[in-house]
């Protein structure tokens, strides 16, 4: 049996994979078995922000197998206290929790939240959540999901969660003032999987003033926009407004599994030992690459460089709207995360064509198509994509 046969065989049917067998990546190009190149903008779902087979992280994690691969944490060790410190220094954040994915740190985060209301601010256990939003697929996430096509077949989800509209801060005051049944508010600072739906500043600094005023547990899910992908350190800094408790993870060790709940001490005090744990989570060979990952984007000019990208893919998206006005209903990109939406065109029937072409593309919703290239992606490789999207919509006319 071939690769694809195998997994067919005795991989639960649980993705639908395109029909490619990829097997090495140089850069922000990936290579399958058949030695066909693809220039990568989905980066493994918004993981691989530095590429593949990047020096430093390689380095990192050749010197760390030599040492140790995990040890529990009953133990101190030098990788966690080291990247603790740079999360918390570069950011609101007094503490961390390391965990070993998006949707566990949005479970932790949950946790938290619940237990310093219990225990301080005594509301209730109810948190509001936001309509086509998404925060992973174990069940407290699931249930935080405002997206009922993830649901279904799942129900009866966790009891708790309400789902109001995006940007909507009047629906989140009335629950929140309608008295102290809720204890959090979860919210993306930017929808990705939701379509690239972007915050507006006035309404982050609405939740923000109405959450610090009755003591209700502001979470910003940065699991996806965090870390350099918006062209800032972390997604709510361009928002003007800090969160209680934040989520991260995906590319935060260069493509190793990883995820983080960093927290105010005012909040983070609520968990004690035995509340809340991980066996795999801060493992020190996975922390020691998270290390060096985090080092790489902050080295002067990366963020500008990211920034600038950003700009040069807005430029390039604004002429292909132009291009298609008929074809374009939208575009979105706040840093190197975009979104062309389509008023009829199928996203996945247009991402199948880009792969074909060479270009690994993510469609989310049905006419929403995302780019979310490494942030070391070149203009000439932005250029090659956007001249192939052209041909295809030609195609479409």
């Known amino acids: 049996?071939?690769?694809?046969?195998?997994?067919?065989?005795?991989?639960?049917?649980?993705?639908?994979?395109?029909?490619?067998?990829?097997?090495k990546g140089e850069g922000c190009i990936l290579y399958d078995e058949n030695g066909k190149s693809y220039i990568d903008f989905a980066s493994g779902i918004a993981v691989n922000s530095l590429g593949y087979n990047n020096p430093a992280l390689n380095a990192a994690l050749i010197d760390q197998l030599g040492k140790l691969i995990h040890v529990s944490n009953y133990f101190y060790t030098e990788p966690q206290a080291f990247l603790a410190e740079k999360l918390c220094k570069n950011s609101f954040a007094d503490k961390v929790f390391f965990c070993n994915s998006g949707a566990e740190s949005i479970e932790g985060a949950i946790k938290l939240?619940?237990?310093?209301?219990?225990?301080?601010?005594?509301?209730?256990?109810?948190?509001?959540?936001?309509?086509?939003?998404?925060?992973?697929?174990?069940?407290?996430?699931?249930?935080?999901?405002?997206?009922?096509?993830?649901?279904?077949?799942?129900?009866?989800?966790?009891?708790?969660?309400?789902?109001?509209?995006?940007n909507d801060s009047?629906?989140?005051?009335?629950?929140?003032?309608?008295?102290?049944?809720?204890?959090?508010?979860?919210v993306e600072?930017?929808?990705?999987?939701?379509?690239?739906?972007?915050?507006?500043?006035?309404?982050?600094?609405?939740?923000?003033?109405?959450?610090?005023?009755?003591?209700?547990?502001l979470i910003f899910d940065e699991v996806q926009v965090g870390l350099g992908r918006t062209g800032a350190l972390f997604a709510y800094m361009n928002f003007g407004v800090e969160p209680d408790v934040m989520t991260v993870a995906k590319p935060l060790a260069g493509g190793l599994?990883?995820?983080?709940?960093?927290?105010?001490?005012?909040?983070?005090?609520?968990?004690?030992?035995?509340n809340h744990a991980s066996t795999f989570?801060?493992?020190?060979?996975?922390?020691?690459?998270?290390?060096?990952?985090?080092?790489?984007?902050?080295?002067?000019?990366?963020?500008?460089?990211?920034?600038?990208?950003?700009?040069?893919?807005?430029?390039?998206?604004?002429?292909?709207?132009?291009?298609?006005?008929?074809?374009?209903?939208?575009?979105?990109?706040?840093?190197?995360?975009?979104?062309?939406?389509?008023?009829?065109?199928?996203?996945?029937d247009i991402a199948v064509k880009l792969t074909e072409n060479g270009f690994l593309t993510t469609a989310v919703q049905d006419r929403v198509l995302r780019l979310t290239p490494p942030l070391t992606i070149k203009e000439n490789e932005i250029d090659l994509l956007f001249l192939s999207i052209s041909e295809i919509l030609n195609d479409s006319k």
């Open 1 to 23: 049996m071939n690769i694809k046969e195998l997994t067919n065989k005795y991989i639960m049917n649980t993705y639908g994979r395109f029909d490619i067998t990829l097997v």
């Open 113 to 166: 939240a619940r237990i310093y209301a219990k225990k301080f601010s005594k509301r209730g256990y109810k948190i509001i959540s936001m309509k086509n939003s998404f925060h992973g697929r174990t069940f407290g996430a699931l249930s935080a999901t405002g997206q009922d096509k993830y649901h279904r077949g799942f129900e009866p989800l966790l009891d708790g969660f309400t789902h109001v509209e995006f």
């Open 170 to 186: 009047n629906a989140v005051a009335e629950l929140i003032n309608s008295g102290g049944e809720y204890c959090a508010v979860i």
């Open 189 to 217: 600072p930017v929808q990705g999987e939701g379509g690239v739906n972007i915050s507006d500043k006035g309404y982050m600094r609405i939740l923000r003033d109405l959450t610090a005023k009755n003591d209700v547990v």
């Open 257 to 274: 599994p990883i995820g983080a709940v960093l927290a105010k001490d005012y909040v983070a005090r609520a968990f004690e030992p035995g």
């Open 281 to 348: 989570g801060g493992s020190p060979l996975v922390l020691s690459v998270a290390n060096a990952f985090f080092d790489e984007i902050l080295k002067d000019g990366f963020m500008e460089n990211v920034l600038k990208s950003g700009e040069y893919t807005m430029h390039r998206l604004t002429e292909l709207k132009a291009e298609f006005p008929g074809l374009i209903k939208d575009i979105r990109t706040i840093g190197l995360i975009s979104a062309i939406e389509f008023y009829e065109l199928k996203a996945k």
